[in-house]
């Protein structure tokens, strides 16, 4: 009885779900290839350098997001990643000093073609965190450059992101 009661079940699932125009988000039979395999597309992106620690760290994590094996192939795509920060107070004690910080890590990023050094696609992404303010200013430095360090490793994701959207346009 309940085998059957199951059965009837899923069988009106599977006509409802038919029915409705359901298809598979992530596989088509119509899909061609290169719009589905955005992994080799992304271990052909060059991550432009800079000098500061904060943007060796977002480079870092950058190219270990988008070539996480650390193949190595010719590089097809450039990408210009221009890192700001902000930092602000987000609540004051009755004193009038800072009690918390907000940190904003503000990513200006440009993908261009190597060979015909056309813009495949630009964005700007922002990502906040905050910390506590402590008496000691070197406690509050190191928090405050910790804070950036893990805002990097969430704009190296959305960058990654916004390259897959540009990639299979």
């Known amino acids: 009885m309940v ?6 079940s899923l069988a009106v699932i599977i006509l409802l779900l038919s029915s409705c125009g359901f298809k598979p988000i992530y596989y088509s039979k119509n899909s ?17 350098k800079y000098r500061s620690n904060i943007d060796y760290k977002l480079h870092k994590n950058l190219v270990e ?5 650390n193949i190595d192939v010719e590089k097809k795509y450039f990408l210009d990643v221009k ?16 009690g918390r910080n907000k940190v904003t890590l503000i990513a200006n990023y440009k993908l261009l073609d190597i060979e015909s050094n056309d813009i495949l696609g630009s964005g700007k992404i922002s990502e906040s965190g905050d910390f506590d303010i402590e008496r000691k200013r070197f406690a509050n430095y190191i928090t405050e450059e910790q804070t950036r360090i893990n805002l990097t490793k969430l704009i190296a994701r959305d960058v990654r992101n916004m390259i897959i959207n540009d990639l299979t346009k």
């Open 32 to 48: 061609d290839q290169k719009n589905t395999d955005y992994h080799s597309n992304l271990i052909l992106v060059k991550v432009k």
């Open 65 to 69: 997001i988008l070539n996480p094996y």
């Open 3 to 8: 085998m059957s009661i199951r059965m009837i």
């Open 83 to 98: 890192l700001t920060s902000k930092t602000s107070s987000t609540f004051t004690t009755s004193t009038g000093s800072s």
